[in-house]
């Protein structure tokens, strides 16, 4: 059973920045990060494949960076050029499928809490 703790949500202006951060109690290869806006369904925002490839919904490309340090379990977002449309709440997620999953939530075992981002315009 893996444990996902997220941080670093909040309020923040259009245009701004915000880092969100998630720490796995252990090792698992595929995690990603999602978002549920209110009445809406979860969708997956980014997905690490590895060290050099991470997979990123179009809507969050060129503005949404995530990092992963496997030293110590953990999946930041950095979130640029923030807009209105963002504001949901962000989860992490981890998967144990042998495959890549991509950013399909079903295939996600793992979930954490979530934390909050609010863009306001």
């Known amino acids: 059973q893996v444990q996902l703790v997220e941080s670093g949500g909040g309020s923040v202006q259009a245009g701004g920045s915000l880092r969100l951060s998630c720490v796995a109690s252990g090792y698992i290869h595929w995690m990603a990060w999602f978002r549920q806006a209110p009445g809406a369904e979860r969708e997956g925002v980014a997905v690490w494949r590895s060290s050099s490839i991470t997979v990123y919904d179009d809507s969050v490309k060129g503005r949404f960076t995530a990092s992963r340090d496997n030293t110590r379990n953990t999946l930041d977002l950095q979130m640029s050029s923030l807009k209105p449309e963002d504001t949901a709440m962000y989860y992490c997620?981890?998967?144990?499928?042998?495959?890549?999953?991509?950013?399909?939530?079903?295939?996600?075992?793992?979930w954490g809490q979530g934390t909050q981002v609010t863009v306001s315009s």
């Open positions: 997620a981890a998967s144990s499928a042998g495959a890549f999953p991509g950013l399909e939530v079903s295939a996600y075992h793992y």
